[in-house]
C-alpha cells in the first residue's frame, strides 16, 4: 500500500490506529526517511454505526444518509479543493480490496494538532486559523446549486429525495423523535408537544432557491493545523449543497464563543430556530443508538445525548 502510494522501497517503521471517530478506520504509518501519512479505511469492521442505523440509511439520494464511504470522500475533496478550502492532499485510493480488506486513501498527515486544542491553550493563537475558517464558509456559501443533497449526488447532476431542506430535515427530525421517544420516557411523555412544534417551525419557513455548500459537522475537532498552524478540514464526507443556518446552528454548538469570528450575514431566524430544535434532536437519537452498540467511546455518547435532550425537553415554545 504505502510503496503504490510512495514508490517502492518504502519500509514502514510504526502504524498507530488513531482515537476517535465512528464510520472510519484512521491509521497514521510512519515510513523510513520521515514521511508519515493517514490511512482512511472503510469496511463494515470500522464503522460502528452498522447494524445500528435504520434501513436505507446508505442511499446518497438522502442528503441526511450515512455519510461514510470513498465515493463521498472523493467527491467532497474535489469539491473542496475547487472552491479553496483546504484538506488533507490525496496520495492514492484504492477499491480493489487487494491491498487492504476495504477501500482505502493515503492521505496527508497533518501534525499540528487541532483548533479545539489550540483554543483551549492558547486562543489568541487561534484567531488566525478561526479567520482562515470564516473565510473559507463565505467561499462555501457562494458555492452555490439549485439543487440540495450530497455533493456527489449534485455534482452528478442527480437528484436528491425531500423536496425542500426544511422538509428534509422535518422528515428525519419526526423519525428521530419517534425513536427518542421509544427509547426514553421523559421524551414520550413530550411526545406530542414536541411534534406540535417542530411541525409548526417547519410551516413558518419562506423558500429558498439555493444552496450552499456545508460541512455538516463543523466542529474545533474537525479543523487540523499543519506545522506552520494554518488550518486543513477533515471529516468531510458529509459536505452537502443546503441551507447555511443548519451549518451554522452547529457551529454555534460547537465553537461557543469563539463562534462570533464564524458568524455570516443575514441568516434566516426561522431556520436557525427550526434547526436547532432538529439538531439537538438528532444528537439524542444518534448518540442512544451508539451508545446502545460496541462503541469504545459509548459512555461518551449516552452523555451527549443526555445533554441533548435536556435542551430538547427546556426548548421554548415560538412566540
Request: charged share 25%; aromatic share 8%; net charge negative.
Given at each position: 500500500?504505502?510503496?503504490?502510494?510512495?514508490?517502492?522501497?518504502?519500509?514502514?517503521?510504526?502504524?498507530?490506529?488513531?482515537?476517535?471517530?465512528?464510520?472510519?478506520?484512521?491509521?497514521?504509518?510512519?515510513?523510513?526517511?520521515?514521511?508519515?501519512?493517514?490511512?482512511?479505511?472503510?469496511?463494515?469492521?470500522?464503522?460502528?454505526?452498522?447494524?445500528?442505523?435504520?434501513?436505507?440509511?446508505?442511499?446518497?439520494?438522502?442528503p441526511f444518509s450515512h455519510a461514510s464511504g470513498l465515493d463521498l470522500f472523493e467527491a467532497a475533496a474535489r469539491r473542496l479543493q475547487a472552491t479553496g478550502v483546504r484538506c488533507?492532499?490525496?496520495?492514492?485510493?484504492?477499491?480493489?480490496?487487494?491491498?487492504?480488506?476495504?477501500?482505502?486513501?493515503?492521505?496527508?498527515?497533518?501534525?499540528?494538532?487541532?483548533?479545539?486544542?489550540?483554543?483551549?491553550?492558547?486562543?489568541?493563537?487561534?484567531?488566525?486559523?478561526?479567520?482562515?475558517?470564516?473565510?473559507?464558509?463565505?467561499?462555501?456559501?457562494?458555492?452555490?446549486?439549485?439543487?440540495?443533497?450530497?455533493?456527489?449526488?449534485?455534482?452528478?447532476?442527480?437528484?436528491?429525495?425531500?423536496?425542500?431542506?426544511?422538509?428534509?430535515?422535518?422528515?428525519?427530525?419526526?423519525?428521530?423523535?419517534?425513536?427518542?421517544?421509544?427509547?426514553?420516557?421523559?421524551?414520550?411523555?413530550?411526545?406530542?408537544?414536541?411534534?406540535?412544534?417542530?411541525?409548526t417551525l417547519a410551516e413558518r419557513i419562506e423558500p429558498r432557491k439555493w444552496h450552499g455548500l456545508v460541512h455538516g459537522e463543523l466542529g474545533p475537532d474537525h479543523v487540523l493545523?499543519?506545522?506552520?498552524?494554518?488550518?486543513?478540514?477533515?471529516?468531510?464526507?458529509?459536505?452537502?449543497?443546503?441551507?447555511?443556518?443548519?451549518?451554522?446552528?452547529?457551529?454555534?454548538?460547537?465553537?461557543?464563543?469563539?463562534?462570533?469570528?464564524?458568524?455570516?450575514?443575514?441568516?434566516?431566524?426561522?431556520?436557525?430556530?427550526?434547526?436547532?430544535?432538529?439538531?439537538?434532536?438528532?444528537?439524542?437519537?444518534?448518540?442512544?443508538?451508539?451508545?446502545?452498540?460496541?462503541?469504545?467511546?459509548?459512555e461518551w455518547f449516552g452523555w451527549l445525548a443526555e445533554q441533548h435532550l435536556g435542551r430538547v425537553l427546556a426548548f421554548p415554545e415560538p412566540g
Amino acid at each position: 500500500m504505502m510503496s503504490a502510494a510512495f514508490g517502492s522501497g518504502r519500509r514502514v517503521a510504526g502504524v498507530e490506529r488513531l482515537a476517535g471517530g465512528s464510520k472510519k478506520g484512521s491509521y497514521r504509518v510512519q515510513l523510513d526517511g520521515g514521511v508519515t501519512a493517514l490511512v482512511y479505511v472503510w469496511n463494515p469492521a470500522e464503522d460502528f454505526w452498522q447494524g445500528v442505523l435504520p434501513s436505507g440509511s446508505g442511499d446518497p439520494a438522502d442528503p441526511f444518509s450515512h455519510a461514510s464511504g470513498l465515493d463521498l470522500f472523493e467527491a467532497a475533496a474535489r469539491r473542496l479543493q475547487a472552491t479553496g478550502v483546504r484538506c488533507p492532499r490525496l496520495y492514492l485510493v484504492d477499491r480493489s480490496q487487494e491491498l487492504y480488506p476495504g477501500d482505502i486513501a493515503v492521505v496527508e498527515h497533518v501534525p499540528g494538532g487541532s483548533l479545539e486544542a489550540l483554543l483551549e491553550r492558547d486562543p489568541a493563537a487561534a484567531r488566525s486559523p478561526l479567520g482562515v475558517v470564516a473565510g473559507w464558509l463565505a467561499a462555501m456559501e457562494e458555492c452555490r446549486s439549485a439543487s440540495f443533497g450530497k455533493v456527489v449526488v449534485v455534482d452528478a447532476g442527480k437528484a436528491s429525495r425531500g423536496g425542500s431542506c426544511p422538509r428534509v430535515v422535518l422528515d428525519r427530525a419526526l423519525r428521530e423523535l419517534s425513536e427518542v421517544c421509544a427509547r426514553e420516557p421523559r421524551a414520550a411523555r413530550e411526545g406530542g408537544r414536541l411534534e406540535d412544534l417542530l411541525r409548526t417551525l417547519a410551516e413558518r419557513i419562506e423558500p429558498r432557491k439555493w444552496h450552499g455548500l456545508v460541512h455538516g459537522e463543523l466542529g474545533p475537532d474537525h479543523v487540523l493545523l499543519d506545522r506552520d498552524g494554518d488550518p486543513v478540514l477533515i471529516d468531510i464526507e458529509g459536505l452537502m449543497y443546503f441551507d447555511r443556518e443548519w451549518e451554522h446552528v452547529f457551529l454555534r454548538l460547537r465553537f461557543g464563543e469563539h463562534y462570533s469570528w464564524l458568524v455570516r450575514p443575514d441568516l434566516d431566524p426561522g431556520r436557525l430556530l427550526f434547526y436547532r430544535l432538529a439538531m439537538h434532536l438528532n444528537l439524542v437519537a444518534g448518540p442512544l443508538r451508539i451508545a446502545a452498540g460496541g462503541h469504545p467511546e459509548r459512555e461518551w455518547f449516552g452523555w451527549l445525548a443526555e445533554q441533548h435532550l435536556g435542551r430538547v425537553l427546556a426548548f421554548p415554545e415560538p412566540g
